[in-house]
């Protein structure tokens, strides 16, 4: 006897669809659920495989429904993953499952998880993992063959309302970076797939120089007839600007004299090796997040492989240099210590400082004595918002980080916060928040904007520039003035 799928919660929060979504009347729709993390890398790797499989069925009554859990659980609101959503371009519906509700009612056990429903409403099947997509594409197939013959198909898909957000010059900017001598800063345009170079002027405006991007895509070349694919952090140095371009596991690099594009390091496909010496061009990373330079070295972030990579410029050589490869909060030597998710790199006295994401935690690798520390965290789903001693304080996700002189700055990122704390130094404090305590209450500035997932931040001139990712705008604030304003791009 077919097993029937399991209904949907009733009072579940939903996102791009105007009404709650039931079994019942999607009959007569194969349906495909997708559990998942935007946390996980592997989600975000599936991703791409579910476009494919979108675009295959785009003229049958089939519909993908993601539901996502979270570790993060209440602290991960809706707002949260609906810009997540608008960053990687999801217009399905979403369930938000943090109570695991729905998660435990179909068994899942990991991320990221397929089930598939029949026309009927009957499961079928599910797999979990990623590279599962041609398994998922025959399955749909045959459900689709099965409503066909029983003549219980509906005649076209459903039609959901993906939300409408009215056009700004900026969506997603989400990594930034300086070039001190000339006054010009880059910005990541990150779900508008390009990298923005903006002169910067007086009374906190700027004007754009040059576009590099502008559809997705993995194309070398000259400025807009380049293309990048979500587009991440950014390092300059010596008139070439290089880009972690996420969606394409690629290094990118802007020369920026010829104002050409070209790739120095990835295939364009994600790899799952955490071991390798060797030609860049050779080898598949996996989500670079951030790239810092020392000068003589590339040191890139690997999201997706929990790992910090170091390139050797001159002799264009790659190899694995920090994290085992395992996703932890273990210090020790380079080898043998654990990531999670590094997502933000500064160099600063031949040191790394690394924002670990998914730990939320700030960790420091001293490159001399090839040892990985952690400043800041306790452990996987320790986190939240506590300033004070390092061995108390608490971030949410952070993914930007700067180091100036003796001071380092963090975006943590979920907690809508910037923070700061002294090199070397023991207490952490907030900068600009919603806590009274910070130097800059936002909460009690009625007419000033809240931060919004901000997720980079540059130092110049007395001022941080933040990529206030959730509200599209890249910030000024003047740390004599203490004011906050938006950088005018023109």
């Known amino acids: 006897m077919p097993l029937k799928a399991i209904e949907f919660p009733k009072n579940a929060t939903w996102l791009n669809t105007k009404n709650p979504l039931y079994l019942q009347d999607l009959h007569g729709t194969v349906v495909l659920l997708c559990f998942w993390n935007f946390f996980a890398p592997a989600c975000i790797r599936a991703m791409e495989e579910l476009r494919t499989i979108t675009d295959i069925f785009s003229d049958h009554p089939f519909v993908i429904i993601y539901i996502h859990s979270s570790h993060f659980g209440e602290s991960i609101i809706p707002e949260h993953i609906s810009h997540f959503a608008l960053r990687y371009s999801i217009s399905h519906p979403i369930l938000i499952d943090n109570s695991f509700e729905t998660w435990n009612n179909y068994g899942i056990n990991d991320w990221p998880s397929f089930v598939i429903i029949d026309a009927e409403s009957n499961i079928m099947g599910s797999v979990a993992g990623e590279g599962k997509a041609e398994r998922i594409k025959l399955a749909i197939e045959k459900a689709l063959d099965d409503g066909t013959a029983k003549g219980i198909l509906l005649k076209q898909r459903p039609q959901f309302s993906f939300p409408y957000r009215s056009p700004s010059l900026l969506s997603i900017p989400s990594k930034l970076e300086i070039d001190a001598e000339k006054g010009h800063l880059f910005i990541s345009d990150t779900a508008h797939h390009r990298i923005l170079h903006v002169q910067l002027e007086r009374n906190n405006s700027a004007r754009i120089i040059a576009e590099y991007g502008g559809k997705a895509g993995f194309n070398d070349g000259k400025t807009i007839r380049a293309s990048f694919r979500f587009p991440l ?13 996420s969606g394409n596991h690629a290094i990118r690099a802007i020369h920026i004299n010829e104002r050409e594009v070209t790739t120095i390091a990835g295939t364009g496909h994600p790899g799952f090796s955490t071991s390798y010496s060797g030609n860049p061009q050779k080898i598949s990373l996996n989500l670079p997040s951030d790239i810092a330079t020392s000068g003589e070295y590339l040191y890139i972030a690997l999201a997706g492989l929990n790992q910090i990579w170091q390139l050797d410029i001159e002799n264009n050589y ?29 160099f600063h006295s031949n040191a790394l400082y690394i924002a670990d994401a998914n730990s939320s935690a700030i960790r420091v690798a001293d490159l001399s004595a090839h040892l990985l520390t952690t400043l800041i965290g306790k452990g996987l789903y320790d986190f939240g918002y506590i300033d004070g ?14 180091v100036i002189k003796s001071r380092m700055f963090i975006a943590d990122t979920y907690n809508n916060a910037i923070r700061f704390c002294e090199i070397p130094g023991t207490i952490i404090r907030s900068l600009i928040s919603k806590n009274p305590d ?35 705008l890249i910030r000024v604030y003047d740390m004599a003035q203490k004011t906050l304003i938006d950088l005018d791009i023109s």
């Open 233 to 245: 952090g950014l390092c300059y140095a010596n008139n070439i600007l290089y880009v972690a371009d």
């Open 438 to 472: 910070s130097t800059l209450c936002i909460a009690e500035k009625e007419t000033l904007t809240p931060l919004n997932e901000p997720s980079d931040i540059v130092y110049y001139k007395g001022k941080l520039y933040i990529a206030d990712s959730g509200n599209h």
């Open 318 to 346: 790659l190899t694995n240099f920090i994290g085992s490869g395992l996703e932890g909060i273990f210090d020790g030597s380079f080898s043998a210590s654990s990531l999670a998710k590094p997502y933000a790199l500064a």
């Open 389 to 402: 001693h390092f061995s108390d304080a608490r971030l949410l996700h952070p993914t930007g980080i700067e």
